[in-house]
């Protein structure tokens, strides 16, 4: 079946650093990909949209300074944490829709950032 | 606004006990509803959905009826399944706004022997 594929899985960074997270859906292309963060005990809550050869489209609240989407190619979308603090420490999550295939859209596995 | 509520976790079970995880939601129009699993260490993945009023979603012997007047979208398996332990999150998506979707907080489920 397809598979949403995030690169690192968890990853431990000093605040003021940046970080990089990938999103690549393995075999088939999405034109539009989500990437959500999760807080302990609480939901996902969508970030941004992910537009491929355009800007991502932010919700309400998020930093877009902050979290910096990238869409280059139909297969990959990168979120970096720039700048990072303690409290972006969260569980990041990426979803990608198929284009082909009128389907729901699939999960990565997710990525734990720990900000010391 | 959109919001999903779940109960609170962790269910606790013994294995062929009978689960419920309730779900109600506040929308606007007739969203669809999801639930989603997530296993340790794995990404999300959809368990079931249903697009319409009394509609039921079913897979894996977990079910969920889609019901309207109660705004409810409750998971249902009769006899679970120590494979089964991991967080499941009710969630809806708003007709016509693609696949973005408004998650509850999840409700780990742990199946004891």
């Known amino acids: 079946g397809a598979v949403v594929s995030q690169h690192p899985s968890w990853v431990i960074c000093k605040s003021g650093t940046s970080v990089k997270i990938e999103c690549r859906s393995l075999d088939f292309q999405a034109t539009t990909m989500f990437w959500y963060r999760q807080f302990p005990k609480q939901s996902l809550m969508l970030m941004a949209t992910?537009?491929?050869?355009?800007?991502?489209?932010?919700e309400q609240g998020v930093e877009k300074d902050k979290f910096l989407i990238n869409h280059a190619s139909l297969t990959l979308s990168t979120l970096t944490v720039t700048s990072a603090h303690p409290e972006d420490s969260s569980f990041y999550i990426c979803?990608?829709?198929?284009?082909?295939?009128?389907?729901?859209?699939?999960f990565g596995q997710g990525t734990r950032l720990t900000v010391v | 606004g959109n919001s999903v509520t779940q109960m609170e976790g962790p269910v606790t079970l013994s294995e062929e006990a009978f689960l419920t995880i309730n779900c109600t939601y506040t929308a606007t129009g007739y969203p669809s509803l999801f639930w989603y699993v997530q296993y340790p260490g794995e990404g999300l993945q959809l368990l079931l959905k249903a697009t319409k009023a009394d509609d039921k979603g079913s897979n894996k012997g977990f079910e969920a009826t889609y019901r309207k007047e109660t705004t409810s979208f409750h998971l249902e398996k009769g006899s679970v399944q120590v494979s089964d332990s991991a967080v499941y999150f009710c969630a809806l998506r708003r007709t016509g706004t693609a696949s973005k979707l408004t998650f509850g907080t999840g409700t780990r489920l742990q199946v004891t022997l």
């Open positions: 979803s990608a829709r198929p284009d082909s295939v009128d389907t729901e859209a699939f």
């Open positions: 992910s537009n491929e050869g355009s800007k991502a489209t932010y």
